[in-house]
């Protein structure tokens, strides 16, 4: 009932940018929480960032200490797409890269489930 599509990623050398973007679709009611993980080969997935939404009572957005400084995410809360500028890439920042949604759609509202895109592949070689 909900879908998360990502579009960007690719190959880029060191120093370099990419654009990943994410919309959420389905028959949502509301996204709680919208952001981005990593996974890198033979590692765990990890958090890039996530942003709770703008009209919260208290809005929050968590950056990795690895990419603070050099990555930033936005989100439009009525379109339910988030975007990660990635800025001076490395190639320890080479993963898949997951589009993660928290989303209470019409068959579980109030309550949200989570939702993760197909993934996008990041290389960062030269």
């Known amino acids: 009932q909900v879908q998360l599509v990502e579009s960007g990623g690719g190959l880029v050398q060191p120093g370099g940018s990419l654009r990943l973007s994410c919309t959420a679709s389905?028959?949502?009611?509301?996204?709680?929480?919208m952001g981005w993980y990593r996974q890198a080969p033979g590692k765990e997935r990890e958090l890039v960032a996530m942003?709770?939404?703008?009209?919260?009572?208290?809005?929050?957005?968590d950056i990795a200490e690895s990419v603070k400084g050099r990555f930033t995410t936005s989100r439009d809360t009525p379109t339910n797409t988030v975007d990660l500028q990635m800025n001076s890439l490395k190639p320890e920042d080479t993963a898949v890269y997951y589009c993660?949604?928290?989303?209470?759609?019409?068959?579980?509202?109030?309550?949200?489930?989570?939702?993760w895109g197909q993934g996008t592949q990041v290389t960062v070689s030269s």
């Open positions: 942003m709770t939404r703008a009209d919260d009572a208290n809005p929050t957005t």
């Open positions: 993660f949604g928290k989303v209470a759609h019409r068959g579980t509202w109030p309550s949200p489930e989570h939702y």
């Open positions: 389905g028959s949502i009611v509301s996204v709680s929480a």
